[in-house]
């Protein structure tokens, strides 16, 4: 069993930054992939960015040259670095990682219990 962690979530004025963090924990596990999703009142859960194992990134066009997605794989933790935010960017932010477990050598796909972040305009 893996667990998801999010933090740094919080308020925000429009213009500012945030940066979430996201800690994996567990035993017997390797991530794969991991990524960022938001939820905003009322939508459909979307992808934000995620980064491949390698650190390949797939940015999403609404907030590419805003975010910036990186990740610690010796840590176990991704972080997405929100800069410039806007009110349309007010949601909350879920952590997910595709994970190997090697007792059961399956791959699962795991979720975060999300973070708030609220940008005032």
């Known amino acids: 069993q893996v667990q998801l962690v999010e933090s740094g979530g919080g308020l925000v004025q429009a213009g500012g930054s945030l940066r979430l963090s996201c800690v994996a924990s567990?035993?017997?596990?390797?991530?794969?992939?991991m990524g960022w999703y938001r939820q905003a009142p009322g939508k459909q859960r979307e992808l934000v960015a995620s980064i491949t194992r390698g650190g390949s990134t797939n940015i999403a066009d609404s907030v590419k040259g805003r975010f910036t997605i990186s990740r610690d794989s010796a840590k176990n933790t991704v972080y997405l670095q929100m800069n410039s935010l806007k009110p349309e960017d007010t949601a909350v932010y879920y952590c997910n990682a595709d994970v190997l477990e090697y007792v059961r050598s399956r791959e699962m796909d795991y979720w975060g219990k999300g973070t708030l972040v609220t940008v005032s305009s």
């Open positions: 567990g035993s017997n596990f390797r991530i794969n992939a």
